[in-house]
């Protein structure tokens, strides 16, 4: 899924904002611009090799961080509903400082853990930052029923937890870092 200008735009501007939070405050712990674009940007962005968006699509991603995937994916396809779970305040004043400069509309941020976060409904989880079992553990109650988990790894997901069935799995390298990466998609089964 290519991004057009005005994403990439705002996918600069986005780069720049947070080297300079990254500066006062830890919002990651990458420091170059190479590494950032690869290892948070052109991963939040393969998520698009697994699903397509589409329209209403609602998105929870957990752990979100300084915004990584979930911020990416909203602003590479608007028409997903997406809202960032994160539990750090500092983080979160970082994800609202984003919201303004970048102006994305219709993408809601809550402060809080996963365990406690009570909202449902949603199609598809992603997560970069969290175990899969704790993810996996709170799916239930948070997805539609169908709803998928995308969980973003290292390594491809060998054990797959009770209750839960693999739909796709794909492993790539990410381009000029040479990180591997896998990207597992669940599904919750009944019974």
């Known amino acids: 899924m290519p991004s057009s200008p005005h994403v ?9 904002e947070l080297m300079r939070w990254n500066e006062k405050m ?8 190479v590494e950032i674009i690869s290892k948070h940007f052109v ?9 397509k968006p589409h329209p ?8 979100s961080g300084a915004g990584f995937p979930g911020m990416v994916l909203k ?7 997406v809202t960032l779970l994160e539990p750090s305040t500092k983080k979160a004043a970082f994800l609202h400082h984003l919201v303004g400069t970048l102006g994305v509309p219709g993408l809601v941020i809550k402060t809080e853990r996963i ?27 948070l997805l539609t029923p169908g709803g998928k988990v995308l969980l973003y790894r290292v390594t491809p997901l060998v054990d797959i937890p009770d209750k839960h069935k693999i739909l796709k799995q794909i492993s790539f390298t990410l381009p000029f870092v ?14």
């Open 8 to 16: 990439v735009c705002r996918l600069v501007l986005y780069l720049k």
């Open 26 to 33: 830890n919002l990651t712990a990458i420091e170059t611009e």
């Open 43 to 51: 991963d939040s962005l393969a998520a698009f090799k697994i699903f």
């Open 56 to 63: 209403g699509l609602r998105v929870l991603d957990v752990g």
């Open 75 to 81: 602003l590479q396809a608007p028409e997903l509903a």
């Open 115 to 141: 365990e406690t976060f009570g909202d449902g409904g949603f199609d598809l989880i992603v997560s970069r930052a969290l175990k899969a079992d704790i993810v996996l553990r709170a799916a239930p109650r």
């Open 178 to 191: 040479h990180v591997p990466r896998t990207l597992t998609l669940l599904e919750h089964c009944n019974g």
